[in-house]
Each structure stands twice: as structure tokens, then as C-alpha cells.
């Protein structure tokens, strides 16, 4: 059995890897429904894979989301100065997507804060009520300058 520490570069070069390989995966099946030139679809699944990854692993698995789309669009045919600005291009987006998550929005990947989870019975709902309160003040309900300036740009 091998163990591996949380902090060595092989877990990050695993992750970046498995990411690269689950991006490529989804842009397949994204491809598959490609309706222009075979590489513009209407359907795709990696934007989804990328943030994920992006929240659940952190941003230094982006390399993996650059070289799961590079090798995607090159495999249809794309030539490689496009495939490499569409690489780019879906990377930044889900960067952007990901931080504005992480920042505006204040996003947690944790399941843990939900009142509807096991154990949140009556004998502890005050306690789960509390918990509850807790998440919906520090979340972005309570941030009542986000909410206002959305509904100024919708009402424009």
C-alpha cells in the first residue's frame, strides 16, 4: 500500500491528471452533439466537470481543465492555434465562475450547515434551526447590496 501526504506534488499531479481526463471525457460527450463544424455544441457537460473541480480541489488544478479541452478540440480536428485559444478560453471562464463563487456569492462545497441532514431530528431542531439562521445570515440573502444592485440591472 502506498501512502500519500495531503501536500505532495504527485496527489496535485493525480488530481490535475484525473480532472484533465474527466474534462476530455465530458467534452466527448459534448461533442458528440456538435451541430456546427463538429466542435460547437449546444450540450457541454465539461463547463460543469471544470467548476467542480475548480471548487472541490482548488484552482491549481486548472492546467488539468487546459490540457482536457486542448486534447478534446484537437481530437475533432480543431487546429491547434484555436484549440489552444479555446483551452484558454473555457479555462478563464470557469476561473472567473469559480471565483465570483468563492467571493460574491461566498459558495460552500460543505454539505455539513444543512438542516435536513441526519441527526436534525426534533429532539435537535432548535439546534439545527440555529445552525440553519447561522448559514442564512452569512450567506448572500443577507448581503442586501448584491440583491439590490442585481434587481437595478434586471429593472434597466
Not at 460543469?48 to 491549481?60: P, Q
Amino acid at each position: 500500500m502506498v501512502i500519500i501526504r495531503g501536500d505532495s506534488r504527485f496527489r496535485l499531479f493525480l488530481h490535475t491528471g484525473l480532472v484533465a481526463l474527466a474534462y476530455y471525457a465530458g467534452a466527448k460527450v459534448g461533442l458528440a452533439y456538435a451541430i456546427v463544424g463538429g466542435a460547437v455544441s449546444l450540450v457541454w457537460p465539461s463547463s460543469g466537470i471544470a467548476l467542480v473541480a475548480l471548487l472541490a480541489l482548488g484552482f491549481e488544478v486548472a492546467p488539468g481543465i487546459v490540457i482536457g479541452s486542448f486534447l478534446a478540440n484537437v481530437s475533432v480536428g480543431v487546429p491547434l492555434p484555436v484549440a489552444a485559444v479555446i483551452s484558454a478560453g473555457g479555462t478563464v471562464a470557469a476561473l472567473t465562475a469559480a471565483m465570483l463563487l468563492n467571493r460574491v456569492a461566498r459558495f460552500q462545497i460543505t454539505l455539513d450547515l444543512s438542516p435536513h441532514r441526519p441527526g436534525c431530528g426534533a429532539q435537535h431542531g432548535s439546534e439545527c434551526a440555529d445552525r440553519h439562521n447561522r448559514l442564512i445570515r452569512r450567506g448572500p440573502a443577507a448581503d442586501h447590496r448584491v440583491w439590490r444592485s442585481l434587481s437595478e440591472m434586471v429593472a434597466r
